[in-house]
T-cell receptor, first 113, second 114 residues
Framework: GEDVEQSLFLSVREGDSSVINCTYTDSSSTYLYWYKQEPGAGLQLLTYIFSNMDMKQDQRLTVLLNKKDKHLSLRIADTQTGDSAIYFCAESDSGGGADGLTFGKGTHLIIQP | DGGITQSPKYLFRKEGQNVTLSCEQNLNHDAMYWYRQDPGQGLRLIYYSQIVNDFQKGDIAEGYSVSREKKESFPLTVTSAQKNPTAFYLC?????????????FGQGTRLTVV
């Protein structure tokens, strides 16, 4: 079945760039998403990329998609303490995801002072 | 303000009891979803509904039930048949019939069995 993989933890120094990686197996994925979850809260959509794009930039966030390798990354420039959270990669299939997105297990981003 | 509301935020259940988690949205979304989140497990889909009066099982539906009598509401009942119900439950909604179907999430309900 569909699978989305992420590493569980990433530690970076404040002010550095964070790069969170994700791999997926469903070659029919149409949209790929990054969500942020702060402690005890729901998920907040950060950004998304359509599968025919290879890059999308939105302020401090850059999403890179390598469709051949089924690899997605989220780069956060100038990482701040407020970026400390769990980041989830998710994908929707060719059906548009109306039957639910497939999520990775989430990457805990830890910010060191 | 448009959004998706879950209640209660915290819920305690005794062994053998059924409990119902509320989820309401005023985004005029057709599709609604329930996910369960456990530490280190990510989100797993319990049930989803693409239209009123219709719903489908997700990956871990056993021990749960849902109803979709109104477009705005998608309550989840955790039954006594659910062996390990302690978890964080997240409700989401999205537009149906469009290719980009990012889900909008509620703030979650933390259920604890005591």
């Amino acid at each position: 079945g569909e699978d989305v993989e992420q590493s569980l933890f990433l530690s970076v120094r404040e002010g550095d760039s964070s790069v969170i990686n994700c791999t997926y197996t469903d070659s029919s994925s149409t949209y790929l998403y990054w969500y942020k979850q702060e402690p005890g809260a729901g998920l907040q959509l950060l950004t998304y990329i359509f599968s025919n794009m290879d890059m999308k930039q939105d302020q401090r966030l850059t999403v890179l998609l390598n469709k051949k390798d089924k690899h997605l990354s989220l780069r956060i420039a100038d990482t701040q303490t407020g970026d400390s959270a769990i980041y989830f990669c998710a994908e929707s299939d060719s059906g548009g995801g109306a039957d639910g997105l497939t999520f990775g297990k989430g990457t805990h981003l830890i910010i060191q002072p | 303000d448009g959004g998706i509301t879950q209640s209660p935020k915290y819920l305690f259940r005794k062994e053998g009891q059924n409990v119902t988690l509320s989820c309401e949205q005023n985004l005029n979304h057709d599709a609604m979803y329930w996910y369960r989140q456990d530490p280190g497990q990510g989100l797993r889909l319990i049930y989803y509904s693409q239209i009123v009066n219709d719903f489908q099982k997700g990956d871990i539906a056993e021990g749960y039930s849902v109803s979709r009598e109104k477009k705005e509401s998608f309550p989840l009942t955790v039954t006594s048949a659910q062996k390990n119900p302690t978890a964080f439950y997240l409700c989401a909604s999205s537009m149906a019939g469009t290719r980009r179907t990012e889900a909008f999430f509620g703030q979650g309900t933390r259920l604890t069995v005591v």
